[in-house]
C-alpha cells in the first residue's frame, strides 16, 4: 500500500489487521488467519463500499508512509459499547496502535 501512496480507511474494528498475529500463529498466513465471522465482516465491509482505498500523489506522501511517519491502514472508530477510545491504525513497518478516529456515541 504505502510504496504506491495508498492508504486503507475504515478497516473493520473486531478484524485481524493484514500481518497481525493470532495467538496461535508463528507467522502470518494472510486470508487464511481470519475466522469465518472476520472474513464476513470483511467482505461485506468492500460490497458496502464503507472500507475505501485513496491514493496519494503528493511527491513526499509515500515516503512518509514508507518511513512509518503517517499510516497505511486506519481502522473504523470503536462502537460505543467497545472499552477502546479510538480506532487502530497500521503503519508500514507493522506497528498498530490506538490513535486513529475516537469512538461513536
Known sequence: LGKNGLVLYNYP????MPGELR???QKSKGINDLTLRERGVLSYALKDGSLTLKRFRAKDFPHSLLASHKPVI???APGPESPHAFG??????GRIDRKGPSRLT
Open 88 to 93: 487502530r491504525r497500521m503503519f508500514v513497518n
Open 74 to 76: 486506519y481502522g473504523e
Open 13 to 16: 474494528e473486531d478484524t485481524l
Open 23 to 25: 495467538d496461535t500463529n
